[in-house]
């Protein structure tokens, strides 16, 4: 059983940040990382990934500038940082992990239990 072990959620007001984490298991160290969200009766959606060498971080244009995706492979752990929150980003957010980088969530087989990010106006 891979573990995908997310943190940081919680409640933010609009406007604010927030700094989620992922701990994955060391042999993931060479894999892709990515983030994605899921509200309430809706598709999955990508949020941000990074290559295993950190070189690719792409991110779609609804969190563009605002969202960071990082990591630091001595903790084996990947970031995203949330800047300037919105309430349309109140979701589950959740860590995954495959050999490259993908936008797509049924491309990637491992995936964390998601942290619950609730942001209000």
């Known amino acids: 059983q891979v573990q995908l072990v997310e943190s940081g959620g919680g409640l933010v007001q609009a406007g604010g940040s927030l700094k989620l984490a992922c701990v994955y298991p060391?042999?993931?160290?060479?894999?892709?990382m990515a983030w994605f969200r899921q509200a309430p009766g809706k598709d999955r959606e990508f949020v941000a990934a990074?290559?295993?060498?950190?070189?690719?971080?792409p991110y779609p244009d609804p969190v563009k500038g605002r969202f960071t995706i990082s990591r630091k492979y001595a903790e084996n752990t990947v970031y995203l940082q949330m800047n300037g929150l919105k309430p349309e980003g109140t979701s589950v957010y959740s860590c995954?992990?495959?050999?490259?980088?993908?936008?797509?969530?049924?491309?990637?087989?491992?995936w964390g239990q998601g942290t619950q990010i609730t942001v209000v106006s």
């Open positions: 990074i290559s295993w060498s950190g070189d690719r971080t």
């Open positions: 060391g042999r993931f160290r060479t894999y892709a």
């Open positions: 995954t992990a495959r050999l490259t980088v993908a936008t797509m969530s049924p491309s990637y087989p491992y």
